[in-house]
């Protein structure tokens, strides 16, 4: 068993920045990939960044490259998205998912997960 809880998310303005965690516990942390996932009102739930155990291999999807990192830290079992420039479509309930595996390129399938955390809302406005 993996518990994952997500904190960080508000309201901000367009331009912005703002810092998700997720801090994990249960199965050693630093054996399984992490990722951030998001769900927009009336949408899919859609893959934004995917890290490996070790945290030398990251993944992104193509809107967020350039203004999201993210970054994990085995030593305190959390991993992390920063996020710059935010823009109003970054609006949606951000999730942060245990893949128990090593695969990369990291798993972009919501289905492929094991684990979730219970999402923190991040509202960008314009």
């Known amino acids: 068993q993996v518990q994952l809880v997500e904190s960080g998310g508000g309201l901000v303005q367009a331009g912005d920045s703002l810092r998700l965690s997720c801090a994990a516990s249960?199965?050693?942390?630093?054996?399984?990939?992490m990722g951030w996932f998001r769900q927009a009102p009336g949408k899919e739930r859609e893959f934004v960044a995917g890290i490996n155990w070790s945290g030398d291999n990251t993944d992104y999807t193509y809107s967020v490259k350039g203004r999201f990192t993210i970054s994990r830290d085995n030593a305190k079992n959390t991993v992390s998205l920063q996020m710059n420039s935010l823009e109003p479509e970054d609006t949606a309930v951000y999730y942060c998912?245990?893949?128990?595996?090593?695969?990369?390129?990291?798993?972009?399938?919501?289905?492929?997960?094991?684990?979730w955390g219970k999402g923190t809302l991040v509202t960008v406005s314009s």
């Open positions: 249960g199965r050693t942390f630093s054996n399984y990939n």
């Open positions: 998912a245990a893949d128990l595996t090593n695969f990369m390129p990291f798993r972009r399938s919501p289905s492929a997960m094991d684990y």
